[in-house]
């Protein structure tokens, strides 16, 4: 059989500051020969996330680092295009996380099959897939109740986007924040925000408290920052805080200084707890019932930006810290 060639995304050098396209290289393979319990998949979308841009420092992470030479990993949905495993055949659609790539070979235990009868299939990277898990494990960990006020930062991106969506469908007060006056119409007409404000547009303290003066009971935090001094100020007697991401943070080269009022945690008995998602994935079948029953139902929309080919990855990443997306960003391959 003839040899698959692919092309892929590797690391170059190490980031300082924001990543720039001299950080990364557009390689092309010629795959090995398939050998029995291998499956050959050709990637149909990749996922770029925040969170990669910490693995590409020198510095051990959470998660393990990428390697200069070597191609970046992320979340993607496939075809299988050919198997020597039992349990695949050619045609299934799974998912991995061997994205930045256009083909790849791998084990079955590294493959999860999904169903063709969800549209777009890169639902799967986003309402459906990781990003979704994460906004609904946020929502449960900081226990939000029907009645609520939540207040979610960096709203109009994957994870805000889904975050405030299912905050709603649990009956909850949801207000947003966001870089653009574009994002924030989105948040409100397409999510269903109740209230949603642009963080350039002024403080953001006076703005919160403009659309919450009774105070709000929930954080989800993507972005760190004035966001989360903020918060803190305004959140009532026993609130809790989701720590999510800090996406202010990602690319400084520099420690950033913390909030001037973290003792507003001792003096509101306030939770804060960080969030990781990975704790989170022997709940993902409970997960997948309820969002993909609202996906289904039309309640739960994926809402993502979409860039064609694996040539406008790198600028699709780089695009993230410079708020290019609203929703999940993917990359059709």
């Not at 892929?8 to 950080?23: C, F, K, M, V």
């Amino acid at each position: 059989m003839a040899q698959t060639t692919s092309r892929e995304i590797q690391l170059a050098s190490r980031p300082t500051g924001i990543p720039i396209a001299a950080n990364f290289k557009l390689v092309k393979t010629t795959l090995a020969p398939l050998k029995d319990q291998e499956v050959l998949v050709r990637n149909l979308f990749m996922s770029v996330d925040p969170y990669m841009r910490g693995r590409m420092n020198e510095a051990k992470s959470y998660v393990p680092r990428f390697e200069i030479g070597k191609p970046l990993e992320g979340g993607a949905v496939g075809e299988v295009v050919e198997s020597r495993a039992p349990g695949f055949k050619q045609g299934d659609i799974v998912v991995s996380s061997f994205g930045w790539r256009e083909f790849f070979i791998a084990a079955p235990q590294e493959l999860q099959p999904v169903g063709s009868d969800i549209h777009p299939l890169s639902a799967y990277l986003g309402a459906l897939g990781m990003t979704g898990l994460t906004a609904w494990a946020g929502l449960n960990q900081g226990e939000l109740q029907w009645g609520e006020t939540i207040y979610i930062s960096g709203a109009a991106g994957a994870v805000g986007s889904v975050a405030g969506q299912l905050a709603k469908l649990r009956g909850s007060r949801v207000i947003g924040s966001a870089g653009s006056a574009e994002k924030v119409a989105f948040l409100r007409e397409e999510c269903g925000y109740d209230a949603a404000f642009n963080y350039k547009d002024g403080p953001v303290l006076d703005q919160l408290k403009q659309l919450a003066p009774d105070g709000i009971d929930v954080y989800f935090d993507n972005v760190g920052g004035e966001s989360l001094e903020a918060a803190l100020a305004t959140l009532r007697l026993h609130g809790r805080i989701i720590a999510c991401g800090c996406i202010t943070g990602y690319n400084a080269e520099h420690p950033l200084p913390g909030p001037t009022n973290l003792f507003n945690i001792t003096t509101k008995r306030l939770t804060m707890k960080g969030l990781m998602v990975f704790d989170w994935l022997d709940r993902q079948a409970r997960f997948l019932e309820e969002a993909g029953g609202y996906f289904k139902a039309g309640k739960l929309k994926h809402q993502e930006t979409v860039v064609e080919g694996i040539d406008l990855a790198v600028p699709a990443f780089i695009g993230l810290f410079q708020g290019q997306n609203v929703g999940k960003m993917v990359v059709k391959l």
